[in-house]
């Protein structure tokens, strides 16, 4: 925690955190099962939230009975999404732009740890404000990937910082995980599949009305807070 009581960095997740892209990638997990004449459910979507696209890609291969690598898959599911993308078509969560805006006001450093891949950020982060994150990091740049805690790590490695003065936004109990076992403290904003409190972990409706002081507020409480 810095001097004046705020997070030494607060870090991000992106697709249900920052921006509603999840049902983008939901759309496509549909639409590959249809031009394969495969099976794919709503319950089988929700499952893969929050996961390394890799390991999605296998599931995904297994659950389908495709006849791809799950690099294929993956490849077919981020060219649907970047085509989605490209029409501009962005639902911000809210309060995500306005608690962004405020942190960087305040100096605290920030970071993206998404498991997206870098053509999925990359276009997405123009419609950001200019320079926002300190750090990026993608799922196509880390070896394992959530719930693995080397992505948060990785970040707060390359920030210079103690994940243990970090709070990291989540909004699925996959990444929640991730950044728990890095030792950030989290907070989750659930909202395609369910959250719950724990140790380590403060579960909000909304990030709306949350200011830089809130977030530094979390690292000095200890025990489950919804």
Not at 96 to 124: K, N
Not at 204 to 225: A, C, F, K, N, Y
């Amino acid at each position: 925690m810095r001097p004046d009581g705020l997070p030494a960095a607060v870090l991000w997740d992106l697709d249900g955190t920052i921006v509603d892209t999840e049902p983008i990638w939901i759309a496509a997990e549909f639409d590959l099962a249809e031009r394969h004449g495969a099976t794919w459910t709503d319950a089988d979507a929700e499952r893969l939230i929050g996961h390394d696209l890799l390991e999605s890609g296998q599931f995904i291969k297994e659950r389908m009975a495709l006849d791809l690598e799950p690099e294929e898959i993956v490849e077919d599911l981020v060219a649907a999404v970047l085509r989605h993308l490209a029409s501009g078509d962005l639902e911000w969560r809210p309060g995500a732009l306005e608690l962004l805006a405020a942190l960087r006001s305040s100096g605290v450093l920030l970071g993206l740890v998404t498991m997206s891949y870098r053509s999925i950020v990359d276009r997405l982060l123009p419609h950001l404000p200019e320079d926002v994150f300190d750090v990026v990091m993608t799922g196509d740049e880390v070896s394992a990937g959530k719930p693995d805690p080397e992505p948060y790590l990785a970040a707060a490695r390359a920030l210079g910082v103690d994940p243990r003065d970090c709070v990291a936004v989540e909004d699925s109990p996959t990444g929640a995980r991730s950044a728990q076992a890095a030792g950030c403290h989290v907070l989750a904003v659930p909202h395609h599949v369910p959250v719950g409190a724990e140790d380590n972990r403060t579960v909000r409706t909304s990030l709306v009305g949350l200011t830089p002081q809130d977030l530094g507020h979390l690292l000095r409480i200890e025990g489950p807070r919804a």
